[in-house]
């Protein structure tokens, strides 16, 4: 599976984006997929996962209620709906996908990362 985020960009606070992952290769309708990010000075932290089918999704607690993951697999794209920024959303979000597993066990189980794209949130 490779995937390409897509998306980023400068917002003001309170406002809204949404990020995309295209992926490629067959195992991507059968894999979990998750939005990761890293800030500057920062350890890599998970965002928010979905499971195969759509059916179960997960969220950090710090996103919980404003991010929303989802996924087309007609379209092999994963989204990120992110809405009510704030400044400490400012980040390099990245895709991943475990591309032997159909729910999500955690971030050493995702075996494919794509390359990130970077948030910006103005206060």
């Known amino acids: 599976v490779q995937l390409q985020a897509s998306g980023g960009g400068l917002v003001q606070a309170g406002g809204s984006l949404r990020l995309s992952c295209a992926a490629s290769g067959r195992t991507f309708s059968s894999s979990a997929m998750a939005w990761f990010r890293q800030a500057p000075g920062k350890e890599r932290e998970f965002v928010a996962a979905?499971?195969?089918?759509?059916?179960?999704?997960a969220y950090a607690d710090s996103v919980e209620g404003r991010f929303t993951i989802s996924r087309d697999n007609a379209k092999n794209t994963l989204y990120l709906q992110m809405n009510s920024l704030k400044p400490e959303d400012t980040a390099v979000y990245y895709c991943a996908a475990d591309g032997s597993g159909a729910y999500y066990k955690g971030a050493n189980y995702m075996n494919y990362w794509g390359k990130g794209t970077l948030v910006t949130v103005s206060s």
């Open positions: 979905i499971s195969w089918a759509g059916s179960n999704a």
